[in-house]
């Protein structure tokens, strides 16, 4: 896996991996024994969390893969509460890197893809981009619920309400910039430059 990888691939890697509590002995940039003994270990713990939950659909099981590795317990707590709405519930989104996240920031804006803006975050602002977020999408008999219908934001708060565990916030009571899709985990540091000062550093932010 290391070659396909750029040294900015491998250095938010490392530094997701430190912060999990999985050290890979320097944040170098470098797919060392090091770093992949320390991948190793945090694959092991992610297959245990998934043996302890069960299975769910591909699409969520890959995003929840790429989590901090607490975040991956909360989202498996959460998918499982999750199975009493009479919705399909699967999670679209998780981690971002700095790149994927000013890819994505640039969607409706001058130089960037045609369409909606979707974010406000440019890469590093969002805590998708430090393994602890992820967003969910419903489905009604195979209808993606984005709005188009009465139902489907109702559908999103009550999600909310029967799937919320301890330790998630919900985007969806953000009093500016509500995004109901929205789930992560509370950090003890309200700054988001302070969450990603901690990741960049490999220390602890949940």
């Known amino acids: 896996m290391s070659y396909q990888l ?3 691939e491998v250095l938010f890697r490392q530094r997701l991996l430190k912060a999990s509590g999985f050290d890979p002995k320097g944040l170098d940039g470098v797919w060392g024994k090091n ?3 320390a991948d190793d ?8 969390l998934r043996e302890a939950s069960g299975t769910f659909d591909a699409r969520s099981e890959g995003n929840i893969l790429g ?7 909360l989202a498996r707590e959460f998918l499982t509460k999750a199975a009493n709405v009479p ?6 989104s998780g981690t971002r890197t700095y790149a994927e996240q000013d890819d994505l920031y640039a969607k409706g804006r001058w130089g960037g893809p045609p369409g909606p803006k979707v974010t406000r975050a440019k890469g590093g602002q969002s805590n998708h981009n430090f393994g602890i977020a992820w967003d969910v999408a419903l489905f009604e008999n195979g209808r993606y619920m984005n709005g188009d219908a009465p139902q489907d934001d109702p559908a999103y708060r009550d999600l909310a ?28 540091y309200a700054k988001i430059s302070e969450i990603r000062k901690r990741f960049e550093a ?5």
């Open 41 to 48: 270990a945090f694959a092991a713990a992610s297959s245990a």
């Open 202 to 206: 490999g220390e602890s932010y949940v």
């Open 6 to 8: 750029t040294k900015k």
């Open 67 to 73: 989590l901090h590795i607490k975040a991956q317990r």
């Open 87 to 92: 919705y399909v519930v699967r999670i679209i």
């Open 35 to 37: 770093t992949g003994a």
């Open 161 to 188: 309400g029967q799937a919320l565990v301890e330790g998630l916030e919900w985007g969806g009571a953000w009093k500016n910039y509500p995004d109901p899709p929205h789930y992560q985990l509370a950090s003890p």
